[in-house]
């Protein structure tokens, strides 16, 4: 006879682990699923999924031990401007019967720069005044006057919204084991999952896709990695799937990039982890972040404006020519099983080099395409024209693009600024670049006939002048009455 499959649900009745033990709130998710230990091996776990975080117990540790009382106290330092709010709501107080917690962060607020406040999380003392004896009404005239503060300094003890409990690994399996390795909380906003192997080189990825590895991006010690009993690669994929959309819904902080150029305001419009191709097969994670001017990649998460400062990655928006789809492979090569259902896209920059990159899924990569269009249409707006010096014909010159009106050539020599000659875009019939003379070719046909622009960075030029041309295209469309679709 067959033997009868185990059912995870099944088992994670029979141990209790239901709304008594924890409260569901915002819960998206929850299944048994098996975590790697620290030595190698599997042990079954809850996992439970909220709008909020990933939770992840050991079955065998679930007791009746609530979780604050065993989280560690944390401080908190959120700087802002005197006369600024903190930008979070409280509920509880000694005459509430409850800790005072935060129940709400508003978006863009000191608090949620910080990134370091959670909903859920217990007040113990703000600036040295202790909340754990305060009423709510206290409490709440506390806060508020903290807005004459610079600086305010939380201590705070997570406990959550949705509460798991277990017991001290330690008086059940010896001092080797700590709770930490049967309980993790990382924060939705944090959390970052792939499948396990993904970033290693093909011959090295054997057998890994079953199991994936969820990363915090404020700390590598919160990691887990995951797979379903009996290796069910659906219920993971379902898992993977749960997770990075929980993720794509939690609202990003407001963040803004310091020094912007002049008209920009180096808001930061979208982040999202991407993952890059290697030349050696394989990839690397990078958390991508596009303003209204540039786009930068990180290796960890930009979690306040000090943070985008410093990037491994980043070229202005006009002089990265985006490219949708999967790249081209040559006859008799395959495409790794993650190009074949995620949405794919690749960069080419000026120097050449091109960056082919995984958005996570079609839907993802289409919308950043849609967004990529947008913003570029939109910096060429700001910036109405740009010039160029330039030698024509051995003579100083000066090459200016009109997002309206076309190519401009003036004089640049001391004391004459003359206009040599203006053409619109409409009558560029081809454009090409001399690399090894650093010449800028334009045609504009047999009546006008080639202009040849002598010039540093000339592929830099020719990626703005396209862009240039294209904002130029899309505003005719839309004067038109088009839709492009």
Known sequence: KKKKKKDPTAEMETAGLHSSRIRKGSELKRGVMLVQHSDGSWVDC?????????????????????????????????????????????????????????????????????????????????????????????????????????????????????????????????????????????????????????????????????????????????????????????????????????????????????????????????????????????????????????VSFYSSLPAQNDDLIVSVLSYPLLAVRYISGRRHLPPGHTYHPREASEGMFSLKVPDGQLHYFSAGTRAAEKELAHLWDERTINCVRILQAISYPAFRRGEEVSFALDWESGFWLNNDCRGDKSLLWHHPFGKLRQSSVDVETSTLLLDFGPEIGMERLQMEDVQLVTFVLLAFMSAHVRDKEAKAGLVRV
């Open 46 to 294: 809850l996992m439970v999924l909220t709008a909020t975080r990933l939770c992840v117990a050991h079955l065998q540790d679930l007791r009746a031990t609530p979780l604050e009382n065993n989280t560690p106290v944390r401080t908190v330092v959120v700087r802002k401007a005197r006369d600024e709010g903190l930008g979070i709501s409280i509920a509880g107080g000694v005459d509430c019967a409850a800790d005072v917690a935060v129940s709400a962060i508003r978006e863009g607020s000191a608090v949620a720069l910080t990134r370091d406040v959670l909903v859920g999380d217990q007040i113990i003392t703000v600036n040295g005044h202790d909340l754990t004896q305060a009423t709510h009404q206290q409490a709440v005239s506390i806060l508020r006057h903290m807005r004459a503060e610079t600086e305010v300094v939380f201590r705070l003890r997570f406990q959550g919204d949705e509460r798991v409990f277990f017991d001290d690994a330690e008086t059940t399996r010896g001092k080797a084991d700590t709770p930490t390795e049967y309980f993790k909380v990382i924060p939705i906003g944090l959390c970052y999952c792939a499948y396990e192997g993904d970033h290693l080189p093909v011959s090295r990825r054997s057998g890994r896709r079953s199991s994936v590895v969820v990363r915090a991006a404020s700390d590598i010690s919160m990691s887990i990695v995951f797979k379903a009993p009996m290796d069910d690669r659906r219920l993971v994929e379902e898992w993977l799937t749960s997770i990075r959309d929980a993720r794509d819904a939690y609202p990003a902080p407001q963040l803004h990039k310091p020094d912007p150029p002049e008209g920009f305001t180096g808001l930061v419009l979208h982040m999202s982890r991407v993952h890059e191709k290697l030349a050696n097969g394989g990839w690397r994670d990078f958390f991508m972040v596009l303003t209204d001017f540039d």
